[in-house]
Nanobody, 117 residues
Framework: QVQLVESGGGLVQPGGSLRISCAVPRSIFTVSVMGWYRQVPGKQRDLVADITIFGNTNYAESVKGRFTISRDNAENSVYLQMNSLTTEDTAVYYC???????????WGQGTQVTVSS
Protein backbone atom coordinates (compact mmCIF):
# COMPACT_ATOMS: atom_id res chain seq x y z
CA GLN A 1 0.00 0.00 0.00
CA VAL A 2 1.61 3.21 -1.19
CA GLN A 3 1.26 5.98 1.37
CA LEU A 4 1.28 9.66 0.61
CA VAL A 5 1.20 11.44 3.96
CA GLU A 6 -0.14 14.99 4.12
CA SER A 7 0.34 17.41 6.97
CA GLY A 8 -0.11 21.08 7.79
CA GLY A 9 -3.83 21.64 7.38
CA GLY A 10 -5.86 23.59 9.88
CA LEU A 11 -7.86 26.70 10.59
CA VAL A 12 -6.74 30.07 9.26
CA GLN A 13 -8.36 33.48 9.03
CA PRO A 14 -9.28 35.07 5.72
CA GLY A 15 -6.23 36.76 4.24
CA GLY A 16 -3.91 34.43 6.07
CA SER A 17 -1.38 31.88 4.86
CA LEU A 18 -0.86 28.17 5.30
CA ARG A 19 1.58 25.61 3.95
CA ILE A 20 0.64 21.99 3.51
CA SER A 21 3.12 19.19 2.90
CA CYS A 22 3.09 15.70 1.48
CA ALA A 23 5.74 13.05 2.09
CA VAL A 24 6.06 10.53 -0.73
CA PRO A 25 7.93 7.24 -1.04
CA ARG A 26 11.06 7.93 -3.03
CA SER A 27 10.31 5.22 -5.60
CA ILE A 28 7.12 7.10 -6.46
CA PHE A 29 8.32 10.67 -6.04
CA THR A 30 11.23 10.59 -8.47
CA VAL A 31 9.12 9.43 -11.42
CA SER A 32 5.85 11.21 -10.78
CA VAL A 33 4.03 14.38 -11.55
CA MET A 34 2.96 15.62 -8.14
CA GLY A 35 -0.20 17.57 -7.53
CA TRP A 36 -2.65 18.95 -5.05
CA TYR A 37 -6.41 18.57 -5.45
CA ARG A 38 -9.21 19.83 -3.26
CA GLN A 39 -12.76 18.78 -2.61
CA VAL A 40 -15.75 20.22 -0.78
CA PRO A 41 -18.76 18.11 0.22
CA GLY A 42 -21.08 17.37 -2.67
CA LYS A 43 -18.63 18.50 -5.34
CA GLN A 44 -16.00 16.83 -7.45
CA ARG A 45 -12.33 16.78 -6.60
CA ASP A 46 -10.58 19.52 -8.55
CA LEU A 47 -6.96 20.11 -9.44
CA VAL A 48 -5.36 23.00 -7.56
CA ALA A 49 -1.81 22.76 -8.88
CA ASP A 50 0.71 20.26 -10.16
CA ILE A 51 4.43 20.11 -10.78
CA THR A 52 6.48 17.91 -13.07
CA ILE A 53 9.76 16.21 -12.24
CA PHE A 54 11.44 19.10 -14.08
CA GLY A 55 9.71 21.69 -11.92
CA ASN A 56 7.18 22.92 -14.46
CA THR A 57 4.03 24.06 -12.71
CA ASN A 58 0.37 24.39 -13.54
CA TYR A 59 -2.32 26.15 -11.49
CA ALA A 60 -6.07 26.42 -11.40
CA GLU A 61 -7.18 29.92 -12.39
CA SER A 62 -8.74 30.49 -8.99
CA VAL A 63 -5.41 30.14 -7.16
CA LYS A 64 -2.97 31.71 -9.61
CA GLY A 65 -0.87 34.38 -7.93
CA ARG A 66 -1.85 33.17 -4.45
CA PHE A 67 -0.69 29.55 -4.23
CA THR A 68 2.74 28.10 -4.98
CA ILE A 69 3.49 24.42 -5.46
CA SER A 70 7.04 23.16 -4.97
CA ARG A 71 8.89 19.90 -4.60
CA ASP A 72 11.97 19.03 -2.60
CA ASN A 73 13.89 16.20 -4.22
CA ALA A 74 16.08 15.71 -1.16
CA GLU A 75 13.07 15.31 1.12
CA ASN A 76 10.83 13.47 -1.37
CA SER A 77 8.13 15.94 -0.53
CA VAL A 78 5.76 18.30 -2.25
CA TYR A 79 4.42 21.49 -0.74
CA LEU A 80 1.60 23.92 -1.33
CA GLN A 81 2.10 27.43 -0.01
CA MET A 82 -1.26 29.17 0.19
CA ASN A 83 -1.45 32.94 0.64
CA SER A 84 -4.32 35.43 0.70
CA LEU A 85 -6.70 32.66 1.63
CA THR A 86 -10.44 33.19 1.31
CA THR A 87 -13.41 31.22 2.57
CA GLU A 88 -13.71 29.78 -0.94
CA ASP A 89 -10.45 27.90 -0.34
CA THR A 90 -12.01 25.85 2.45
CA ALA A 91 -11.80 22.20 1.42
CA VAL A 92 -10.08 18.90 2.01
CA TYR A 93 -6.77 19.01 0.16
CA TYR A 94 -5.40 15.81 -1.32
CA CYS A 95 -1.88 15.01 -2.41
CA UNK A 96 -1.67 13.15 -5.72
CA UNK A 97 1.08 11.37 -7.62
CA UNK A 98 0.95 10.15 -11.21
CA UNK A 99 3.81 8.03 -12.46
CA UNK A 100 4.98 9.36 -15.80
CA UNK A 101 5.66 5.97 -17.39
CA UNK A 102 2.85 3.72 -16.16
CA UNK A 103 0.23 6.36 -15.43
CA UNK A 104 -0.45 4.75 -12.05
CA UNK A 105 -1.98 7.19 -9.60
CA UNK A 106 -1.77 7.48 -5.84
CA TRP A 107 -3.67 9.61 -3.34
CA GLY A 108 -3.07 10.84 0.16
CA GLN A 109 -5.70 10.64 2.88
CA GLY A 110 -6.49 14.36 2.70
CA THR A 111 -5.96 17.27 5.04
CA GLN A 112 -8.66 19.76 6.02
CA VAL A 113 -8.06 23.45 5.36
CA THR A 114 -10.66 25.77 6.85
CA VAL A 115 -10.63 29.50 6.20
CA SER A 116 -12.88 31.27 8.65
CA SER A 117 -12.95 34.27 10.94
Amino acid sequence: QVQLVESGGGLVQPGGSLRISCAVPRSIFTVSVMGWYRQVPGKQRDLVADITIFGNTNYAESVKGRFTISRDNAENSVYLQMNSLTTEDTAVYYCHARRIYSGNEYWGQGTQVTVSS
